[in-house]
């Protein structure tokens, strides 16, 4: 079981932007960023595999949110993502998920407790 442990979170104008963090402690090959607004389902924002550190987004976020990890850390996983041009529909609570391969993409086994985002108009 691995550990995740996500910051970051705010609240911010439309525009504004944020940097969420996620510290997970344990094995796993691809990490990801959810989010669930209030009365919706949960939807996958952006994945990272981090054997070949491909990343993929979600067509709601692509161009505004960057997925990364930092490779200087070797005893913990930490993964970051970068927001940008922030919208009100962003506003949800950010959920950081790790697992391992699948045939399907990934397998999430473990999650964080959640980091809140709020963007006003």
């Known amino acids: 079981q691995v550990q995740l442990q996500e910051s970051g979170g705010g609240s911010v104008q439309s525009g504004g932007s944020l940097k969420l963090s996620c510290a997970a402690s344990?094995?796993?090959?691809?990490m990801a960023w959810f989010r669930q607004a209030p009365g919706k389902e949960r939807e996958g924002v952006a994945t990272?595999?981090?054997?070949?550190?491909?990343?993929?987004?979600?067509d709601s976020v692509k161009g505004r949110f960057t997925i990364s990890r930092d490779n200087a850390e070797t005893t913990l996983y930490l993964l970051y993502l970068q927001m940008n041009s922030l919208k009100p529909e962003d506003t949800a609570m950010y959920y950081c998920?790790?697992?391992?391969?699948?045939?399907?993409?990934?397998?999430?086994?473990?999650w964080g407790q959640g980091t809140q985002v709020t963007v006003s108009s």
């Open positions: 998920a790790a697992g391992f391969r699948s045939p399907n993409g990934c397998d999430y086994h473990s």
């Open positions: 990272f595999y981090i054997g070949g550190g491909s990343a993929y987004y979600a």
């Open positions: 344990g094995d796993t090959r691809c």
